[in-house]
């Protein structure tokens, strides 16, 4: 069975400082991988994915996920983050075959000034 | 141009009652799908329809139905609402086996 491990249940992290959000997956078969956020009181949104090619990927918003085969893990980095970070960040698993996406608990980031 | 739309956003009701949440999206993709986001924001999928066909359907009690009319929309009916019922439901959909695109949600409250 597919599971997703997000350890860091809260990560605090001063405005302009670099933040990582650790993700591990357990699968015995070839998965897609994604990071949705979810900022207060609204619904999840689609942050950055990885489904085949380089496994470094990058959102729009300077968010990015390296997907690491040996080490089962899709950790979330960002170099600076901003008080506008602050949100729930959800890493998700999921394979073509069962079409369901697997989440993890979540990590809310919150940044301070 | 809102891409999935739920309705209502809140739900209040009591216990025992029957209540149905709603959703649409005009992303023309063909599946759709009903999570569950918990108190501790632990996210579960419930059920999801393939150009109207149920292709998931999770360990849910029977209390919950869901209904695809057309590919555009995946209902969800709840009988006989109990407390634990208490939750966001969030409704997504998707080409089938690509990107999720999720709903603002839908937060349930039994009294």
């Known amino acids: 069975a597919q599971s997703v491990t997000q350890l860091d249940s809260q990560v605090p992290v001063f405005e302009e400082a670099p933040v990582e959000l650790r993700c591990n997956y357990s699968?015995?078969?070839?998965?897609?991988l994604f990071w949705y956020v979810q900022y207060p009181n609204q619904g999840l949104q689609l942050l950055l994915k990885?489904?085949?090619?380089?496994?470094l990927v990058e959102s729009i918003n300077g968010f990015e996920a390296e997907f690491n085969k040996s080490q089962t893990s899709f950790h979330l980095r960002k170099p600076s983050v901003h008080i506008s970070d602050t949100a729930e960040y959800f890493c998700?698993?999921?394979?073509?075959?069962?079409?369901?996406?697997?989440f993890g608990s979540g990590t809310r980031l919150l940044v301070r000034p | 141009d809102t891409a999935v739309s739920q309705t209502p956003k809140y739900l209040v009701t009591q216990m025992g009652n029957d209540k149905s949440i709603k959703c649409e999206q005009n992303?023309?993709?063909?599946?759709m799908y009903w999570y569950k986001q918990d108190s501790k924001k632990f996210l579960k999928i419930m059920f999801s329809?393939?150009?109207?066909?149920?292709?998931i359907n999770e360990t849910v009690p029977n209390r919950f139905s869901p209904k695809s009319p057309d590919k555009a929309h995946l209902n969800l009916h709840i009988n006989s609402l109990e407390l634990g019922d208490s939750a966001v439901y969030f409704c997504?959909?998707?080409?089938?086996?690509?990107?999720?695109?999720f709903g603002p949600g839908t937060r349930l409250t039994v009294l």
């Open positions: 997504a959909s998707s080409r089938l086996g690509d990107t999720q695109y």
């Open positions: 699968s015995s078969v070839s998965v897609y």
């Open positions: 990885y489904l085949s090619g380089s496994t």
């Open positions: 998700a698993v999921g394979m073509d075959s069962s079409y369901k996406l697997i």
């Open positions: 992303l023309g993709h063909d599946t």
């Open positions: 329809y393939n150009n109207k066909e149920l292709i």
